[in-house]
């Protein structure tokens, strides 16, 4: 099957990510989000920015986040990364790992079987840590629409 597509309109988008934490580390990888025609990209942002407010009303009402749906759209939106730089510790021993591209990982004894278990383990890894959490949000927001969100509100 032949598809067209807008050179600015391919099914995926790959966005530098970079993340900070409060230490002033730094990393970046790069990230393949999923991406829409114009009428369902406006879909996909009110889903997010839906999840996004219900985060924080959990927060508000429960004084906890709840992230579940949350983590799962994000998931959902993400088809590869690259360059993503992991730290692998074995009996006290610190070993740099870089994987290069998902789509192209190979197995790993007791993390990850194939290509796709690699992703679903690192896009897990990536959402439960808080610096990289907030850019993977950030970043799909900008997949979506290049928008940004400020408050709850779509800005531009």
């Not at 990230?31 to 219900?54: I, P």
């Not at 897990?124 to 610096?131: I, K, V």
Request: proline share 3%; net charge negative; glycine share 2%.
């Amino acid at each position: 099957m032949k598809q067209l597509f807008v050179k600015l309109q391919l099914p995926t988008i790959e966005l530098t990510v970079k993340s900070k934490d409060a230490s002033g580390t730094k990393d970046y990888m790069l990230v393949g989000f999923k991406r829409y025609n114009v009428e369902d990209s406006q879909k996909q942002l009110k889903q997010l920015q839906h999840l996004l407010e219900a985060q924080v009303e959990s927060i508000e009402e429960n004084d906890r986040i709840e992230t579940t749906e949350l983590d799962l759209y994000i998931a959902s939106q993400i088809v590869y990364i690259k360059q993503a730089n992991l730290v692998y510790i074995e009996d006290g021993k610190e070993t740099n790992l870089q994987i290069p591209d998902t789509r192209k990982a190979k197995p790993i004894a007791d993390l990850w079987e194939t290509s796709e278990d690699c992703l679903s383990v690192l896009v897990d890894l990536y959402l439960a840590s808080s610096p990289t959490r907030s850019a993977l949000t950030s970043s799909l927001q900008h997949a979506l629409v290049n928008s940004d969100f400020d408050n709850g509100e779509l800005k531009n």
